[in-house]
């Protein structure tokens, strides 16, 4: 089975992002920001003005498993992301609960 790639989607994408990445990961560094790319070149927020709603964070001094090498940044990372979320008055920009299956 063929799994269409979601690159073209990531222009559509009006939910804000958070890419963590290691330091020394240099294959998904350039991912996100190819991710990143992808977005910048799609959304829009209603004015035809682009608008950043993602944020990538590198983690210090570790690499592909950076959540287990240096997991302090990224718990800081997640919480400042998250309380931006929580206090954003924009419906777009607000956390949409994830109920696994």
Same mark, same amino acid.
């Given at each position: 089975?063929?799994?269409r790639? !979601?690159?073209? &989607?990531?222009r559509? +994408?009006s939910?804000? !992002? ?5 330091e ?7 991912? #996100?920001?190819?991710m990143c ?10 004015? &035809? %003005? ?6 990538i964070?590198?983690?210090p001094? +570790? @690499? =592909?498993?950076? =959540?287990? /090498? ?6 800081? #990372? !997640?919480?400042?992301? !998250?309380? @931006?979320? /929580?206090n %954003?008055?924009?419906?777009? /920009?607000r956390?949409?609960?994830? =109920?696994?299956?």
């Amino acid at each position: 089975m063929l799994v269409r790639p !979601l690159w073209e &989607d990531l222009r559509q +994408c009006s939910t804000p !992002l958070l890419l963590i990445v290691g330091e020394k990961d240099g294959k998904f560094k350039r991912i #996100a920001q190819e991710m990143c790319y992808e977005i910048g070149h799609g959304t829009s927020n209603g004015d &035809d %003005s682009r608008k950043e709603i993602y944020e990538i964070v590198e983690v210090p001094n +570790c @690499g =592909h498993a950076a =959540h287990l /090498e240096n997991p302090l940044p990224i718990i800081r #990372a !997640l919480r400042r992301f !998250l309380t @931006g979320l /929580e206090n %954003s008055s924009t419906p777009n /920009e607000r956390a949409v609960p994830f =109920h696994g299956s």
